[in-house]
């Protein structure tokens, strides 16, 4: 019987957003679980996109991208990555369908069957899936809470003849980790020194609370190695927008532009127009500063009502999600805590064991995103309150 997908998907499934998400809706559920902001974006992001559709700016863009977008991202790399290495829009920067789509660009383009890739844990889902269709094998280092920080002698000990490429995620999803010049310069040097590739997911660089984000590209040497991922969707609230970009030395871009020609080989030509547009504005008139200002007093008020109702949360230095401790509640671990928290509760959120390639060896945390309207919010701790039972410690641990 032929009709059955390829061996290299055999071990993809459903992802745990689609699963909880469609839970929420089943239980209307208030959803604090996928990563998407339910406010609206901001003003002069909304009116360039309408402005370029009403232009009739509405045909295929160049394969990587619009020109002039190319351009304004090379323009703002030197915003985000001071002293670093100047970017030829030309051969260095290539626009795909989000983040999502050139991080599997990346990898495909790079990766061969065999090679191996080191990821830390938790990580973000799409990576296993991305380097298991490239026929590579994947390499996890533990990030170790409270903190997430990782141990060298576990990180160089993960290198070897077969390894190919290093996935960093910095600001990191899940954990609000964002890393620190030094454990950047110690990845880095490790790279240097077994020649292995980078492939940097940086999509929640903007936002970031009492840290600074640091591209490992802007680092000596580095450039030469490195494919840093970016998107305007967690930015500018546009998550749907769906634009995204590599930026990488010619021939890495090169390779990344071989396999996105053939993936969506372009993306919405108006959205990008926009963001040509929005980039030099959102350097010059205090964007940043605001978006993390509000996201920080999100970050506060979920915080507080999380801590309510029994469920303190660790500290984060960047993206916008809150974990919690839920391995005191007896309730079957993260999985059985985020499945009954939203038939019981009605509040959505993600298991963080989902982010390890062994379920068994993570932490029993819970993710809460608190990229939500205030209502939202809100709503979450009035849920909260009116069942109190499940982030009530269970009754053989209070025995304990």
């Not at 009403?54 to 863009?61: K, L, S, T």
Request: glycine share 8%; proline share 8%.
């Amino acid at each position: 019987m032929r009709a059955k997908g390829s061996k290299r998907i055999a071990g993809v499934g459903t992802s745990i957003f689609t699963e909880i998400t469609a839970l929420a809706v089943q239980h209307q559920a208030v959803n604090l679980g996928q990563g998407f902001p339910d406010f609206p974006a901001p003003d002069f992001v909304k009116e360039a996109a309408a402005r370029h559709i009403r232009d009739d700016r509405n045909q295929y863009a160049p394969s990587a991208g619009l020109p002039r977008l190319r351009r304004a991202l090379a323009d703002d790399w030197r915003r985000i990555a001071p002293g670093g290495p100047d970017v030829d829009p030309e051969t260095d920067i290539t626009v795909g369908s989000g983040a999502t789509e050139l991080l599997h660009d990346a990898i495909l383009a790079t990766i061969d069957p065999g090679d191996e890739v080191i990821v830390f844990e938790p990580s973000y889902d799409a990576y296993g899936p991305d380097v298991a269709m490239a026929g590579g094998v994947l390499r996890p280092v533990p990030l170790l809470p409270p903190d997430w920080r990782f141990d060298l002698a576990t990180l160089a000990a993960a290198f070897g003849p077969r390894t190919r490429a290093l996935i960093l995620n910095t600001p990191h999803n899940p954990t609000g980790k964002v890393f620190r010049r030094d454990e950047l310069e110690a990845i880095a040097a490790l790279c240097a020194r077994h020649d292995v590739l980078i492939v940097s997911d940086e999509v929640y660089a903007e936002i970031v609370f009492d840290a600074r984000h640091l591209p490992i590209a802007s680092l000596p040497e580095m450039f030469e190695r490195t494919i840093t991922i970016g998107s305007m969707g967690k930015t500018f609230s546009v998550t749907g927008w769906k634009v995204g970009w590599a930026i990488a030395p010619a021939p890495l871009s090169a390779a990344v532009r071989a396999v996105h020609q053939f993936v969506t080989f372009t993306n919405s030509a108006p959205f990008q127009e926009a963001l040509a547009d929005v980039l030099p504005i959102a350097a010059r008139d205090g964007s940043y500063d605001r978006l993390r200002d509000d996201y920080r007093r999100r970050r506060d008020l979920l915080a507080r009502i999380l801590d309510a109702a029994g469920l303190p949360t660790l500290p984060i230095g960047g993206a916008y999600f809150l974990l919690t401790d839920v391995g005191h509640l007896g309730t079957g671990g993260d999985v059985g805590f985020c499945r009954r928290l939203v038939t019981e509760v009605g509040v959505a959120a993600i298991p963080t064991s989902v982010f390890y390639a062994d379920p068994a060896s993570a932490p029993p945390l819970a993710r809460f995103c608190f990229a939500k309207k205030d209502q939202t919010l809100q709503a979450a701790a009035e849920r909260f309150a009116r069942a109190p039972g499940l982030t009530a410690p269970s009754r053989s641990h209070q025995n304990s």
